[in-house]
Structure formats: structure tokens, C-alpha cells
């Protein structure tokens, strides 16, 4: 299993700012992602961060807005930029473990973000 | 690209059991997971299905039927607590691909 805490669990930015959202996974993972999620949707993958890569973007999200750092197997940063009452949401951290056969995807309990 | 479609909400009685559906397209496969989300908190990892068939843990079981591009979540002896969101997700054939998740289906358990 994989336990994966975040720092901050929410905050309240004024747009123009920027936030930088830290994950820490208790033990080494090779893969980690970044998701969106708006309160009552489902989730929407931002990222996938790989240790000593650049991460890879999904299709409508950019490197310039979201600047993520994959600096060792147990830490990611993501940043969202110049902050619009858009970018509002939670923003959920993740990686997988192993579960024998199985493979399970864990994930953080989120940044709550609040753009005025 | 992936896509998969279930239930948006679904109400049952405490005790009963109730079955939560997904169909997905996707262009390749490596399993169907199945996540819960209560408000307010992560989702947390429920079962997951590489292979046809039915998967139980405890009041839980899932399904999935490859063939069919389809899958389902049983739940049993429902509880108060079991009110959440239920989330299927996949991974395409790739299996180092994150998964992909379905909008949900909010599970409302009443008295």
C-alpha cells in the first residue's frame, strides 16, 4: 500500500497568484499523478510524473499553468498559475502500489483550493 | 481514448442490495477498478477486475465481463455509511497508464 499525505489541505489564493501543492508518498513510486476534481464531478487527470523526466500533460492542460517538480521517488510539487476563479477545486495527488495480482491506484485527501 | 458511462445517482433502502453498472469503450484494457468517495474525502480503492468474472470482499463483489465492455459493483446488506460516490476507472493495455475515471454515481442510502 501507499500512504500519501498533502500539504495544504486547502487555501483561499487571490487570483493572479499562484499555489504550490506538495505530495509526499510514504515509500518509493516509480509513477505519480496529479488529478482535478470539481466538487460533485469526476476526476480529471492533470499529470503523470515520472522521477527524472518531464512530466506528461493531458490533452487541455499545460506545463506553463501547472509546473510540476518530480525531485526523488517520494515527493512531487504541483504549481497552478496565475490563478483564476476557474482553477477552484480540489486537487488530488497519487500513485500506485501493488497489491499481489492486483494494482491499486492510492490517492492523497486533497488541496481545496479557493480562488477569489 | 477512454470513456465510460454509469449511473448518475442511485437510492436504496438499508439492508437491501443494490448494483451500481458501468460500460466503457476504451482502445486498449488492463482492468476495471471500482473507487468510493465520500463527501469531502479521497477515493478510496474498492476492487478491481483484470479477468471475467465476480471478485468479492465482504459486502462488496464486482463483476466484469470483458466481451461486453462491462462491469458492476454489487453492494449488500447496504448501510448508512455505504451513502457515497462510486467511481469505475480503467487503464488501457499499456498498464503503466493512470486510470481514467468514469462521473460517478452518487449512492444514496435511506431508512
Known amino acids: 500500500s501507499a500512504v500519501i499525505s498533502q500539504k495544504p489541505s486547502r487555501d483561499i489564493c487571490q487570483r493572479g497568484t499562484s499555489l504550490t501543492i506538495q505530495c509526499q508518498v510514504d515509500?518509493?513510486?516509480?509513477?505519480m499523478f496529479w488529478y482535478r476534481q470539481q466538487p460533485g464531478q469526476s476526476l480529471t487527470l492533470i499529470a503523470t510524473?515520472?522521477?527524472?523526466?518531464?512530466?506528461?500533460?493531458e490533452s487541455g492542460f499545460v506545463i506553463d499553468k501547472f509546473p510540476i517538480s518530480r525531485p526523488n521517488l517520494t515527493f512531487s510539487t504541483l504549481t497552478v498559475s496565475n490563478l483564476s476563479p476557474e482553477d477552484s477545486s480540489i486537487y488530488l495527488c497519487s500513485a500506485w502500489g501493488d497489491r499481489g495480482h492486483q494494482e491499486t491506484q492510492y490517492f492523497g485527501p486533497g488541496t481545496r483550493l479557493l480562488v477569489l | 481514448g477512454q470513456s465510460l458511462e454509469q449511473p448518475s445517482e442511485v437510492t436504496a433502502v438499508e439492508g437491501a442490495i443494490v448494483q451500481i453498472n458501468c460500460t466503457y469503450q476504451t482502445s486498449g484494457f488492463y482492468g476495471l477498478s471500482w473507487y468510493q468517495q465520500h463527501d469531502g474525502g479521497a477515493p478510496t480503492f474498492l476492487s478491481y477486475n483484470a479477468l471475467d468474472g465476480l471478485e468479492e470482499t465482504g459486502r462488496f463483489s464486482s463483476f466484469l465481463s470483458r466481451s461486453d465492455s462491462y462491469g458492476y459493483l454489487l453492494l449488500q446488506e447496504l448501510q448508512m455509511k455505504d451513502s457515497a460516490s462510486y467511481f469505475c476507472a480503467v487503464r488501457d493495455w499499456k498498464g503503466n497508464t493512470p486510470l481514467v475515471f468514469g462521473k460517478g454515481t452518487r449512492l444514496s442510502v435511506i431508512a
Open positions: 510524473a515520472n522521477q527524472g523526466s518531464e512530466a506528461t500533460y
Open positions: 515509500s518509493q513510486v516509480t509513477m
